[in-house]
């Protein structure tokens, strides 16, 4: 609650500010001067009418939420993301660069993201934050790419910069620039082929989705379309198609948007694809227009303005009917006018403002938008138009008659509907009343977006209003004369039954996002796992695996069979040379070798002493025979001499002595 | 010349051992040391700053005589890559250490854990502010080791198994960054990377060509591109979630940032002007493509909590590739480094988280797990900060950096029309890490509560949590100062 207040005071502040803006000034701090970034606020009458919108609705919305979020937990959750969301979509439309408008145009997305997940308990609001975030992100990307190239070309992010060197890119280039642009824009603010996120965004509590239609978010892509006319000036003119796209996108958009809203049971369907429907018209009006002074650039503007006055009251009137209900479904509502008289009298004031019915500004606007298109030459586009507006008077008359009109239902008989709480009542009513009488304040509105359009009563009765009036007339008539039934379908029978099942799938964006793309990217992502838990992730192991068993291999063949049983064969080698050495030499040899040389010398010994006594003996005998024969022949020669004699038998003696010493000594 | 840079390295080795003795006592306090000596680490690397700010060279330089053989002098050097890449790394270790404080808690051995987590230090700081080839391939290894033995000892399952395909692979690539630099040495004679350059302008490009390819086939490997990616997912995901967060947020950018200042830095100029240059970089793109596509389309399905951010750091090493391929450009180049330094803030930031859910539900898969906002509030938060940094949208830190890369690639493109379809296929991969991130925090933290009793994380993790999620948004908010830092750099990369 006191963060409540101080988002009022915050909120009501950024009015008054705002107020004095009536001339372009801009302010800036150095950021990042080395890339020549600056932070800068700029104010022209374009930024200044957005940011005074936004802060205007934040103050409606937060005092609408002192009630409407009254019994939620997280309430500071709550409103630090919804005076962020604020905060982020001032500074996208104040921003006086393309960095810094880019990053609060993510912030834009982040904020939305949160506040539809606000309920994070429930499955349904976390999935649909996700689908938001990302298919608006998918956006982003071009916005991104977009601003890359320009800085690329221009090396400059700063808008002044830019208008006055835009001439100077290539004319290829800005034709990417400026359809990678309209990317951006296009999925922020729901258009074909992106406008299924806004329906996802209806998780989110009422209150946010009031905020997020009637100024922030959606708003974006609006801005950057307007935004990118006054930069590129004269330049949109030049780039081939550009405008023609956007008038178109923005025109089969409307006629989709309607239709889908005809066939929805959901109240808030209604509503979610009322704003696709509409924001189709502020494309196709700012898709003739080539300058700020052309009519098809304030007209897109004002309807912005008037579609965010019907648009938020519708949301707040949805949110006290839901919280009064229980349920979103509108075949379960019925008989609301007598519950909530004051909610059915401000739901009227939705119905004919929606419509476009004077005095509601929305009369105005359309038909500005109208009065553009037709003098812009593009008839098909305008009869798209027209047959959108017949739809538009269709399904609003629907959705009064589905919740206020016809019988109570029996599901309301149990829940006992009661009027909304005072604080949702005045917000609502404060929007009711500027709703109706806004018109009277075109003049300073024209003046401050230096329009020259003038917005009076007087207009009513030019014969294009009376063509407007009269299809306005004819789809609703044609509504309530066909049938006042729950859907498209019974009305038109069984006979074209695809149309329906078109409509009620929304055309199968939907289903070709979440079936086809969703499913296609999971897929691949599984094939890629697979392919990541088979290949990849083993791979590494596979081969240190193959190594291993290498190794095994290796350990088997060489390691065991041969090289760690090697030592043991050269060991048991030796052991059996030895062994054999052992037999055959050792034993067989060695070991009797010392008997061998005893018997050896034992047989030398007896064999010497028989040689030698044998030839001793005979020695001896020749000797003493030679010496006898000899000492004869001596004494045959000398007889007489006695001397020889005696020294002859001396001789003898002594040999005898020897040869008997040789003797004894044996 | 003062002394900065020598004291840088010094202080945590010497740390080391009175970190062990402390945790004996008290894990708590060795932590509490940790986290001081890395704040004294960026004190004296901050010294720097002036020089590499205003100095005519843009750079800080310290010489001294170590192995004089190599003609290779204990070159350490800062300019305003080195000192981004330095104090982030010291950041993201403290707040590892503040982390492991309740982490671990449990765990034993912690007296080992925290001083291989210092020595981690010295080896990460250290790739970042030599010169000197050798001693880059010491510290290249001196990062490896450490970061073996805590992602074996204190990892979740089979951890030695991932730890092993860890060490393997990034030695392997090692061994390649080996032979690069010793090529370098044999045909320049010199292992400084300033001289080397100059050197090789006039060597032969044959040589050269081969030189670039060894080394930037070593560092892809540690970046985990595609091919080579394997050991990344194991490892960050056994890992313990400090570990998670070093590995996933400083020790791969190592990889990134030795592409940047050797590959690219060193070799590329001298076949720059060859048809082969061209054909580098346009592989490099390639691979940065193949990378970040294949990581975020698994991180779409994957169901491990930990593996999904482990995918996403593939994905985002395909970014920083996909940005160095752009390589001249002065707007691609800081952009890249500006995204190593927010990548490794807001991945650390988001292992952490990752790491603080897994400790308190003791499970991993995201698919049981749900609606845990309410009961954790601090760590969804933080997650959900970290994985919209990680998906690039601001104004959390990755969103500047992946722009000022898509900024380079438009410019390229008005050079080469090559870079038309990788740089609209990066935009399609942008959706998709948005996808992932939606996706890790929708089923961590939103839809039906699955778990009753659940509790936030103890103060510790709390405050390393909160810190690092401060930085994202400050670094997301207020990039001036790395990119002046970066930018200023630019006479080292002006080829």
């Known amino acids: ?107 834009v997305g982040l904020c939305s993201y949160s506040l539809i997940s606000f309920w994070y308990r429930r499955a349904e609001s976390a999935r649909a934050g996700v689908k938001v975030f990302l298919m608006t992100r998918v956006g982003d990307v071009f916005l991104l790419a977009a601003i890359a190239l320009l800085y690329a070309n221009l090396g400059s992010f700063s808008f002044s910069y830019i208008t006055a060197h835009v001439e100077n890119v290539p004319l290829p280039t800005l034709t990417a620039v400026a359809f990678l642009m309209l990317g951006g824009a296009v999925a922020k603010s729901a258009q074909l082929p992106f406008h299924a996120w806004l329906y996802a965004a209806m998780e989110a509590p009422t209150s946010v989705s009031a905020l997020l239609h009637s100024a922030t978010m959606v708003k974006a892509g609006v801005y950057l379309i307007a935004r ?52 189709g018209f502020m494309f196709t009006a700012l898709g003739t227009a080539h300058s700020a002074s052309s009519p098809g650039w304030f007209a897109g503007l004002l309807h912005l303005v008037s579609h965010a006055l019907f648009q938020g009251l519708d949301f707040l009137l949805i949110g006290g009917i839901i919280h009064a209900t229980k349920t979103r479904d509108m075949r379960l509502m019925g008989g609301l006018r007598k519950a909530m008289p004051i909610t059915f009298g401000l739901g009227i004031v939705v119905m004919l403002a929606r419509v476009g019915m004077p005095p509601f500004i929305s009369f105005f606007s359309k038909e500005m938008i109208f009065q553009s298109v037709l003098s812009s030459g593009n008839l098909h586009a305008a009869l798209l138009l027209y047959v959108s507006t017949a739809i538009t008077f269709a399904y609003t008359l629907r959705a009064t008659v589905l919740v206020y009109v016809r019988e109570k239902s029996d599901y309301l008989e149990q829940v006992h509907p009661h009027e909304a709480p005072r604080m949702m009542l005045f917000s609502a009513g404060v929007l009711a009343v500027l709703c109706t009488v806004a018109s009277l304040f075109g003049e300073p509105v024209s003046q401050l977006m230096r329009a020259d359009v003038e917005i009076g ?10 063509i407007f009036l009269f299809t306005v007339f004819v789809g609703g008539s044609t509504y309530l004369v066909c049938c006042r039934k729950t859907s498209l379908a019974e009305r038109l029978g069984q006979a074209p039954r695809y149309l329906n099942r078109i409509l009620e799938n929304g055309y199968f964006f939907d289903a070709f996002y979440e079936k086809v793309v969703a499913r296609c990217i999971l897929s691949i992502s599984s094939g890629l796992k697979w392919v990541e838990m088979t290949v990849f992730g083993p791979m590494p192991h596979i081969f240190v695996g193959r190594i291993v068993s290498l190794s095994n291999v290796v350990n088997e063949r060489v390691e065991k069979s041969l090289l760690s049983r090697l030592p043991y064969l050269l060991a048991s080698c030796i052991v059996r040379l030895s062994n054999a050495i052992h037999e055959n030499l050792e034993k067989s040899f060695l070991d009797r070798l010392p008997y061998l040389v005893a018997n050896g010398v034992t047989i030398l010994a007896h064999s010497t002493r028989y040689y030698l006594d044998v030839s001793a003996d005979g020695l001896l005998y020749m000797i003493t025979n030679k010496t006898l024969a000899s000492a004869s022949e001596i004494q045959k020669m000398r007889s007489g001499s006695i001397a020889r004699y005696i020294s002859a038998a001396l001789i003898g003696l002594l040999i005898i002595l020897v040869l008997t010493a040789l003797t004894m000594l044996r | 010349m003062q002394s900065a840079l020598l004291p840088t390295l010094l202080l945590p080795t010497l740390a080391a051992p009175f970190v062990y003795l402390i945790c004996k006592r008290s894990s708590k306090v060795a932590a509490l040391v940790i986290v001081l000596t890395c704040a004294a680490d960026i004190a004296l690397l901050s010294t720097t700053a002036p020089y590499i700010l205003n100095g005519a060279s843009h750079r800080y330089v310290e010489s001294y005589s170590w192995i004089p053989v190599l003609h290779s002098s204990f070159m350490l050097f800062v300019d305003g890559i080195s000192f981004s890449m330095a104090t982030i790394t010291l950041v993201l270790i403290s707040t590892a250490a503040l982390f492991s404080i309740n982490y671990m808690q449990e765990r034993k051995g912690l007296a080992e854990y925290y001083t291989l987590l210092t020595l981690l230090s010295v080896g990460l700081v250290g790739v970042f502010i030599t010169s000197n080839l050798m001693l880059f391939y010491f510290c290249w290894e001196l990062m490896l080791v450490p970061s073996y033995f805590i992602i074996g000892g204190w990892g979740y399952k089979e951890p030695y198994r991932a730890a092993f395909k860890f060490f393997i692979f990034t030695h392997a690539g090692a061994v390649f960054v080996l032979l690069g630099i010793g090529a370098i040495f044999m045909v320049t004679g010199d292992l400084d990377i300033f001289q080397a350059r100059a050197a090789l302008m006039t060597a032969n490009p044959e040589i050269v060509k081969w030189i670039l390819l060894s080394l930037t086939a070593g560092f892809a490997v540690k970046m985990a591109a595609v091919p080579v990616h394997m050991w990344l997912p194991d490892a960050h995901s056994e890992a313990p979630a400090p570990m998670s967060a070093l590995l996933s947020g ?74 160095l391929s752009l390589f001249p450009f002065q707007e691609a180049t800081t952009g890249t480094v500006l995204h190593l330094i927010n990548h490794a803030v807001s991945k650390g930031l988001l292992f952490l988280s990752a790491g603080a859910v897994m400790r308190q539900l003791e499970i991993r898969d995201v698919r049981e797990m749900g609606g845990l906002a309410g009961q954790m509030p601090t760590t969804a938060t933080t997650s959900t900060i970290a994985a919209l940094s990680i998906a690039g949208i601001p104004p959390f830190a990755c969103f500047i950096s992946e722009f000022l890369i898509f900024v380079g690639a438009f410019q390229t493109i008005g050079n080469d029309g090559f870079y038309l379809i990788p ?40 405050l390393a949590m909160v810190v690092l999620a401060a930085l994202v948004v400050v670094l997301g908010i207020w990039p001036t100062f790395f990119i002046q830092l970066i930018m200023s750099a630019s006479s080292f990369l002006a080829v």
């Open chain 2, 423 to 462: 740089t609209a296929l990066m935009l399609i991969a942008a959706v998709l890490s948005l996808a992932y991130a939606l996706r890790f925090v929708g089923q961590v933290f939103l839809g039906p509560a699955k778990h009753e009793k659940v509790s936030d994380v103890p103060p510790f993790m709390r």
């Open chain 2, 250 to 323: 400083v020790i791969i950018s190592a990889g990134a940032y030795a592409i940047l200042r050797v590959s690219l830095g060193t070799v590329f100029p001298a076949v720059m002007s060859t048809s082969f240059g061209g054909q580098f970089l346009h592989g490099l793109a390639v691979l940065g493509i193949v990378s970040a596509f294949f990581g975020s389309l698994i991180a779409l399905v994957e169901p491990d909590i930990k593996r999904i951010i482990a995918y996403s750091s593939i994905a985002h090493m395909g970014y920083v590739l996909f940005g």
């Open chain 1, 1 to 107: 609650m006191a963060v409540g207040l101080v988002a009022t005071v915050l909120a009501a502040s950024m009015v008054t500010d705002v107020y004095f803006a009536s001339n372009t000034s801009n302010s800036s701090l150095p950021w990042i001067p080395s890339l020549g970034v600056n932070a800068g606020v700029l104010v022209d009458p374009l930024s200044a009418l957005f940011a005074s919108l936004v802060a205007f609705f934040s103050l409606v919305v937060m005092i609408y939420s002192i009630d409407y979020m009254a019994d939620q937990e997280n309430l500071t959750r709550y409103y630090f993301f919804m005076l962020l969301f604020m905060s982020s979509m001032i500074g996208l439309v104040m921003s006086d660069n393309f960095l810094q408008m880019f990053i609060f145009w993510e912030m």
């Open chain 1, 457 to 466: 009563l007087n207009e009513v009765l030019s014969p294009s209003t009376l």
């Open chain 1, 228 to 279: 990118l006319i006054l930069l590129f000036g004269p330049l949109t003119a030049s780039v081939p198609m550009w405008s023609s796209s956007v008038l178109w996108i923005g025109a089969i958009t409307t006629f989709v948007g309607a239709t889908s809203a005809l066939s929805t049971p959901d109240i808030k369907g209604v509503a979610a694809y009322s704003t696709v429907s509409q924001i």
